[in-house]
């Protein structure tokens, strides 16, 4: 039923409030040097199954996920995805290894400027109602020519052109909606902040970027 699917709107809820948990929790200075070591970053986000399971539950993303469903489990590299949220019963095995509902979907695409595409191409042919690319673009103090200041802009119209010429070859269910969900910094010695934009299957329009 589509009364169950995760919007949008609540998963930047939770995340933005996750994201000022963490920054009380762990302080400027910590964050900020994670955020520059790409293998630290990514443990903060998503966390790696050499966690135990208290550990994993502290990771931000596995925050997000417990503010939003008490049902949810977390999923790491469930089929090539970087992490899904997945409920409701056994399609076959236990566990959830084979869940019947893919709540969420989440790329998180580590460092600046790579290859958002390839991550969206995965995302368009799996089914879920919410599918979430994290990714960063190039700190404020870093846009020093015109292709830098247009890259945002350039790579949101990529994915959202994506989306279209294969919803072009077979539509996909109209409930399904795309999250764009993109960090960066004033300078080297600031903080991460985060805008976001989002597609819906339902009429391929990028709604705008806007500061979460």
Not at 183 to 206: C, F, H, T, V
């Amino acid at each position: 039923m589509t009364d169950n699917y995760i919007k949008p709107e609540e998963f930047l809820a939770a995340f933005k409030k996750t994201w000022t948990e963490f920054v009380d929790e762990k302080g400027d200075q910590e964050i900020i040097e994670a955020y520059i070591k790409n293998s630290e970053w990514t443990k903060y986000m998503l966390g790696n199954n050499k966690m135990s399971k208290n550990e994993k539950e502290e990771v931000f993303l596995h925050r997000v996920m417990d503010k939003l469903n008490n049902n949810l489990q977390y999923y790491l590299g469930m089929y090539s995805i970087d992490l899904a949220y997945v409920s409701g019963s056994d399609l076959y095995g236990a566990n959830l290894a084979y869940p019947s509902e893919w709540q969420v979907l989440i790329e998180h695409e580590n460092g600046q400027h790579n290859d958002e595409e390839t991550e969206m191409y995965k995302l368009i042919f799996l089914r879920s109602p919410l599918k979430v690319i994290i990714f960063y673009d190039w700190d404020e103090c870093d846009k020093t020519n015109n292709d830098k200041e247009k890259w945002l802009d350039e790579k949101l119209k990529k994915l959202a052109d994506m989306l279209e010429q294969a919803n072009d070859y077979l539509p996909e269910n109209e409930a399904t909606e795309y999250l764009f969900i993109i960090g960066d910094r004033e300078n080297e010695q600031a903080m991460p902040r985060w805008q976001y934009a989002s597609i819906s299957s339902k009429d391929n329009q990028l709604k705008s970027l806007n500061n979460l």
